[in-house]
Structures are given as C-alpha cells and as structure tokens.
C-alpha cells in the first residue's frame, strides 16, 4: 500500500502524508505528545533541544499565513533552523520542475520538508523521491489531505470533549473541495467517533462521500440538531469551476452558521473552522467571536501539535532508556 | 546484594535537607526529576515544608540521546513554579550515574529562569560518572556492577530495585 512510505520498518512515523494509512495507536501518541508541549509555550524561553541542528524548509507552492507560520514557530519552538520559500514566486515560475527544485534544496542538507502544494498526491511524490534521512510533511496538497490540520482539530476536541466516543460532529460546507475535510474523517473515524455528520449542498459533496463512514445532510438545521461539536469549513472561492452554487448571499441562506441555527446544537457545542475565515458567508461573525468558538485556540493548539509531529520523525518513538 | 529501605533513604536526605528550609527566607523549591526524583520530591516535601514550592522536570525534550530514544508521552510533561529567579532549588533524582540527567535537567531548569543556587540532592549514587557533575547530599552510595540497572519503583510502595541489563537500547 502506498501509504506505507509514512512508517519505517517498525512502524514508527518517519514521514506524515496523509491520516489515511495510519492508526488510532500513531494518531493517540500525536495528541499526547503535543500535550507535553504545550508546558512548554508557558516557559520564559519557549524552546527545547529536540531539532538542534537541523533545518526544515517550508515549501509553500499556495499561499498560507496560519499553517506556514505554526510551522515556522514549532520548528523554532524545537531548536531547528527553519528556510521559507514561497516556491510559486520563485524557482518554478522561471520553468524549474518539482524535482528540481528538491534536489537543490537537499544539496543544502536539508533534513525535513513541509509542504504545500496544489496538486494531490504532492507531497507522496516528494516523499519518494528524497535520499534516506530526510522527511516530508504534508501541509496541504490540493484536495487530498492537509493532516496536520485535521490533528489540532482532534486535539481541540479532545482538549474540550476529553473522548470521542460519545460525541456528534457535524462538519459543514464545501467538503467536495476540502483537503480539511478528508483528513478530518479519516482522523474522527480512527478515533472511535460515535457520529460523524457532513452537511452540504449535493453539488459541494464528493460522489463517493457515502464511503467515508459519515451521514449526509443537505439541511443545516436538521443536521445540527444535538451536536457536540460544529465545524464550519472555507466556502473555497478560488477551487470553484463551474456553477457549483448560486452566490455567496444565496449560500449564507442555506449553509451560513447563524446565532439562531447553532441553537439547535446542545448547549456546550464548540464551533471550530481551519481559517481563513469568510465572515458573513460560511459563518456569522457574532457565532465567529461567540463564546461557543474556540477558532483561536485551535490556532495555538496547532504549534504543540505540529511539534509533536515534528519530534515524533525526528526522535524515534517508543521507549527511552533510564540512564541517571 | 541487600538493598537498603527506601524510606530510611529519604529520611537521611530530609535530615542533610532541614537546614536549607531553617532560614527565615522563603524556602527553596523542590524540583524531581520524573519518575523516581518526582515522587522522593514529594515526600520530601510533605516532611521539610508543605508550604514550599514542588515542581516536577521531565527532561525527555533535554536527553542528549533523544533521537535515539525518543519521547516517553506518557510521562507527565515538566511543571514548575512560574517565577524561579532568584531562588533556591533542590534537585531530586533517585539515581546519579552517568550524570547525563541531571545536566539535561538543568539545562530545562536554566529555560525556566536564573536560579540563585542549584543544590542535587541523590538517593543513590553508583558511580561510573561520565561527566563532571556531582551531588551535594547523597543518601547511599553504592558500587555496582557496570551491567546492573538500578532503579527505584512506585509509588506505593517505594522500592529500589536491581536488574541485569541486556546490553540493547541503553
């Protein structure tokens, strides 16, 4: 299977692609780690030794603010040093290929790439063709997975939720275009989920949306009903062809998480969204800054949880010694 | 080999400690290293001053074999007190041996803040340094063979224990 190119020989993580082709053991060892960290952000100097000496390049080939500068900061956060380059205003603008550009970049002794990248199955192909010892981590490749989001969401829910067990999340809007999406069902699904709803127009859903495990709802208000955990996803304006919707004021109508619709959810329900945030198009502002949203603070649970990933690939996994 | 009993030990550190918590300034924070360290830290501060500040370091970010060994998620994650300066700590671990713990400890204790004084309080020391550090109290020494693990288990009860080490993974 290809997804086995995440995993070395025993099974630890050596690269993170994609949540598909993982298990519930990796992804519960990520949510813990990341908890380790997060003492670490509270200290005066907010930076251990793990990556000392090692250097991380952020290949972004979309743009990102959020997830390129979280990584940023975990890789600083763990001591490495870190090269962003934004690659479509450079090198593959002047004609240099994918591959290129890579093995430039490996000829500077790079140990770790994080990529962004509008086809699917990128980072898959940049996993395969870097020497032994150096990793990829997927930050988002064109409509396939962006994993690393789809952990710090199950961490906030954890975090709030504290079990997956016995909970309903609805994730709401453009799935059809949604990298975030894909990663998140996966992820709920390995983690014993009890109820995993999606909620969107036919035409903004995947033709084989059925397969991932999830009910369909093409009503909000319905779809809402008794959930613990609501989340909202980017109406993804520049990944539309075609005429998937009407217009965004049409939409908002239908699909747009008001004050008044989020009161059908149970009381104690989270809103969360990947950002950026269309306000007045997927959600109300007031829901946005409501006490219900824990938006932000998925944007600093992402640092820890980025960390843990980062360290997992580095340090081999499993039982350190007790040497005093 | 008989072992001695883990609360005389921590008895004998308690003593050479009761100095250090006499003085009319704020006591000094107990910092142990996880796991062993942690929990003598505890008792040690329920018998010194349960007033005094308790902190707990899990120097898994800190090991100079990290990459080799990796994380331990399972181990609680380091807390200290938020303001160091300027203090007194008392660093506890069951076990000084090679020494590389303690430096990866205050390596940790050094991000937190400027201490004003680090004392290393040890309930066992074996030797076989392979750094220049040493403890200021120590409870036992002991000689031990060099493929001899000694550790102490918990927390309730309390016990040192001694095993053959296969010469893989330490």
């Not at chain 1, 859903?205 to 996803?233: C, F, K, N, Q, R």
């Not at chain 2, 550190?13 to 003598?40: K, M, R």
């Amino acid at each position: 299977m290809e997804n086995n190119i995440q995993l070395d020989d025993q099974g630890r993580l050596r690269h993170f692609l994609s949540i598909e082709g993982l298990d519930k053991t990796i992804l519960t060892e990520i949510l813990d780690t990341a908890e380790s960290f997060t003492s670490v952000t509270d200290r005066t100097i907010k930076k251990v030794p793990i990556l000392r000496g090692k250097t991380v390049a952020n290949l972004f080939f979309e743009a990102s603010t959020r997830t390129r500068s979280t990584f940023e900061l975990a890789a600083q956060r763990l001591s490495a040093d870190i090269l962003s380059l934004n690659v479509d205003t450079s090198a593959t603008v002047k004609g240099e290929s994918l591959l290129d550009t890579l093995q430039n970049l490996e000829a500077m002794q790079i140990d770790m790439f994080v990529i962004r990248h509008q086809d699917s199955g990128s980072a898959h192909f940049f996993a395969q063709h870097v020497r032994p010892g150096v990793s990829v981590l997927n930050a988002g490749d064109g409509q396939h997975e962006h994993p690393t989001q789809a952990m710090l969401d199950m961490y906030t829910i954890r975090h709030y939720k504290k079990e997956f067990t016995g909970l309903r999340v609805a994730i709401v809007g453009d799935i059809l275009h949604s990298r975030v999406a894909r990663s998140q069902i996966h992820a709920l699904n390995l983690l014993n989920t009890a109820e995993i709803r999606v909620i969107a127009p036919r035409t903004l859903l995947p033709v084989d949306t059925e397969a991932l495990g999830v009910s369909i709802y093409e009503d909000l208000e319905t779809g809402l009903t008794d959930v613990d955990v609501v989340i909202m996803l980017r109406l993804q304006k520049e990944r539309m062809r075609g005429a998937l919707l009407p217009s965004e004021k049409e939409y908002f109508r239908s699909y747009g998480l008001t004050q008044e619709r989020l009161q059908r959810a149970k009381p104690d329900a989270i809103v969360m969204h990947p950002g950026p945030v269309n306000r007045g198009v997927e959600i109300e502002s007031s829901v946005m800054d409501g006490n219900q949203s824990v938006i932000l603070q998925q944007v600093s649970f992402g640092i820890s949880v980025r960390m843990a990933v980062m360290s997992m690939i580095v340090g081999q996994s499993g039982l350190a010694g007790g040497e005093s | 080999m008989s072992l001695p009993s883990v609360e005389s030990l921590i008895e004998k550190l308690a003593q050479a400690l009761t100095p250090y918590f006499s003085s009319s300034d704020s006591p000094p924070i107990l910092v142990g290293i996880e796991t062993g360290g942690a929990w003598i830290a505890q008792q040690l501060h329920q018998t010194l001053n349960p007033e005094a500040e308790l902190g707990r370091l899990n120097i898994s970010f800190y090991r100079d074999d990290f990459t080799r060994n990796g994380l331990h998620p399972t181990v609680q994650p380091s807390s200290l007190p938020t303001d160091i300066d300027d203090k007194t700590i008392i660093l506890v671990d069951d076990v000084l041996h090679s020494g590389r713990t303690v430096r990866a400890a205050m390596n940790e204790i050094f991000d937190y803040g400027r201490p004003r004084q680090i004392v290393l309080a040890i309930l066992i020391d074996r030797g076989a340094r392979e750094i220049p550090i040493q403890a200021d109290i120590v409870a036992a020494t002991m000689e031990l063979d060099p493929g001899c693990h000694i550790k102490l288990e918990g927390p309730d009860p309390l016990k040192l224990v001694i095993r053959q080490l296969e010469r893989d993974g330490e």
